[in-house]
Nanobody, 119 residues
C-alpha cells in the first residue's frame, strides 16, 4: 500500500517554529515532485512549497520563512517553518507526484497534520 505519512504539526505561538516531516512508503517507482499544501477552514487548498526536478517553489506569503527540503534516497520531505504567523494556521498536507507500478503517474496525499498558531 502506497502512502504518505506526515508528522510534526502542533500548537505554536506567533514567531515560533515547527518542522514538518513526511515519508512516502510502499511500492513507488519514482517521485517526480514532493512538497506541502495547506488548507485553512473555509479556504481552498493551496500549494505552500514544492520540490520538483525543475527546482523549488514557494507561495509568496511564506518566502523567507519556510524552507522545504527533500531526501530523495528515502522518499522524505521536510518543511521547516520559522516566524510562524496566525495566518499560517491550517491543515498541512504532504504531496507527491509519483510513479506507482501498475498504476502509472499518481498524485499522492497524506492525511494531514494540523498547525495551530496562537498565543
Amino acid at each position: 500500500q502506497v502512502q504518505l505519512r506526515e508528522s510534526g504539526g502542533g500548537l505554536v505561538q506567533p514567531g515560533g517554529s515547527l518542522r514538518l516531516s513526511c515519508a512516502a512508503s510502499g511500492s513507488i517507482s519514482s517521485i517526480n515532485g514532493m512538497g506541502w499544501y495547506r488548507q485553512a477552514p473555509g479556504k481552498q487548498r493551496e500549494s505552500v512549497a514544492v520540490i520538483t526536478t525543475g527546482g523549488v517553489s514557494y507561495i509568496d506569503s511564506v518566502k523567507g520563512r519556510f524552507t522545504v527540503s527533500r531526501l530523495n534516497a528515502k522518499n522524505l520531505v521536510y518543511l521547516q517553518m520559522n516566524n510562524l504567523k496566525p495566518e499560517d494556521a491550517a491543515m498541512y498536507y504532504c504531496y507527491a507526484d509519483a510513479i506507482v507500478p501498475g498504476y502509472g503517474r499518481r498524485d499522492l496525499w497524506g492525511q494531514g497534520t494540523q498547525v495551530t498558531v496562537s498565543s
